[in-house]
């Protein structure tokens, strides 16, 4: 159980982390979310919004981050 704590914790640190650097370089990250493949529905009433090339991407480095700590270990 400690081990589950641990990982809360740090999850929780990468998001305070991940939160103040997309915050201070918000107008420089613009990118985000406006790329080819992100799909954009709407009517008058409704809006559906998923940024699905975006999260690829996010993936991507979230997977090449997770592999270069691995490869340090």
Known sequence: MKDFGRWLMAAGLFA???????NVF???LGWLGRLPGDIR???ENVRFYFPFTTLVIINI??????????WLK
């Open 16 to 22: 305070v982390i991940l939160g103040f650097i997309l």
């Open 26 to 28: 918000y107008d420089k």
């Open 41 to 43: 529905l709407g009517s």
């Open 61 to 70: 480095i979230i997977y090449l981050i997770m592999r270069l700590i691995t």
